[in-house]
């Protein structure tokens, strides 16, 4: 069994961070070790919210217990996405160097977020320019949405996949030999279509679903249950191309049966079976 140490928020009520990959990912069959950056009643889209930011020491804190009881080195991967602050970031770089000393093998997954302050998703600041400077070097993968593919490539705007894949190289450059690009919006080749990219120093691969017409309130959660579903599928032992497939087929699952449901928040438990085995499978075109 592997296991996934996935450093991320929790919400209480509905579906973002840990609380959007967790079930997703076990459900795929690999273990997950949640340790939760926030505490926050609900997503930060509904504009207001209660609870805590985790102290960035509690994070060490928590790794170290594991390490103390000798199962860091169990551990197969590092996944990261929301952070409450700077500095936790720089406990989930310790965290990550702990890691892979206990297990060389381990891989690091760093999904960017930056938030969208006009979609009304907050991140603390700082935490943009450490992602930028300190995490995209010390990352096995990343997966960034278009914007914050722009903000890591030096605040350059990408017009095109041309341009989208030619920032993911640089990206390879300075780190991470793999880029997901979960989201390409209107760098993409069509309006209406969702469209993804996986990026190798070697290879590009450009996928596409159809869009699921939400209106204005777009589910929240989906670029972590993404990046949570692709790291589940490596380590599953898929390749980085099928793993490409398998998330793209299974977040479309669970996005269609948000919708036939009327729900905002991602209908995860309602399309499990789904996430596990999707019906409508997706498959990538090759583009370098
Ligand atoms: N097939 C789809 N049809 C329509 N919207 C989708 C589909 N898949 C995902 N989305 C939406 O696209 C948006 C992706 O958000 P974005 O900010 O670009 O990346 P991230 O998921 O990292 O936040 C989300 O609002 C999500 O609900
Ligand atoms: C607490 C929290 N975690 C994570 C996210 C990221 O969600 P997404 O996967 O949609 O980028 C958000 C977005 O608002 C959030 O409020
Ligand atoms: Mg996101």
Redesign the pocket.
């Known amino acids: 069994m592997k296991n996934i140490l996935s450093i991320q928020s929790h919400v209480v009520f509905g579906h973002a961070g840990n609380s959007a990959a967790e079930f997703p990912m076990r459900r795929l069959g690999v273990n997950v070790w949640p340790l939760n950056t926030v505490q926050f009643s609900n997503h930060t889209q509904y504009r207001q919210w209660t609870g805590s930011v985790m102290p960035a020491d509690h994070l060490v804190d928590i790794a170290d217990g594991i390490s103390a009881i000798d199962e860091l080195k169990n551990c197969d991967a590092v996944l990261s996405g929301y952070m409450g602050s700077p500095e936790q970031g720089n406990a989930i770089i310790e965290i990550v160097k702990k890691v892979k000393v206990a297990n060389p093998n381990a891989m690091y997954i760093c ?1 960017p ?1 930056m938030g ?1 302050p006009e ?1 009304g ?1 907050f991140v603390a600041p700082g935490v943009s320019e450490f992602l930028c400077n300190i995490a995209l070097p010390i990352s096995d993968i990343m ?6 593919l722009e903000e890591l490539n030096g605040k350059q705007t990408i017009h095109s996949v041309d341009e989208a894949v030619i920032a993911c190289r640089n990206l390879c450059q300075k780190g991470p030999k793999t880029i997901l690009v ?2 390409l ?1 209107r760098a993409g080749y069509q309006k209406d279509r ?1 469209e993804m990219l996986l990026v190798t120093p070697d290879e590009a691969w450009h996928i596409h ?6 209106g204005a309130r ?7 249950m ?1 990046s949570g579903l692709f790291i589940a599928n490596i380590l599953l032992g898929k390749s980085l191309v099928t793993a490409f497939e398998h998330t793209t087929s299974s ?2 699952a669970v ?1 269609l049966e948000t919708l036939k449901r009327h729900q905002y928040e991602l209908q995860l438990v309602a399309a499990q079976d789904e996430i596990a085995k999707p019906s409508q499978y997706f498959t990538a075109t090759k583009i370098d």
């Open positions: 999904d977020v969208h979609k998703c997966s960034p949405n278009v914007l914050e979960k989201h919006s969702f679903r159809p869009l699921v017409d939400f777009q589910p929240v959660g989906v670029g972590d993404t977040v479309y996005m």
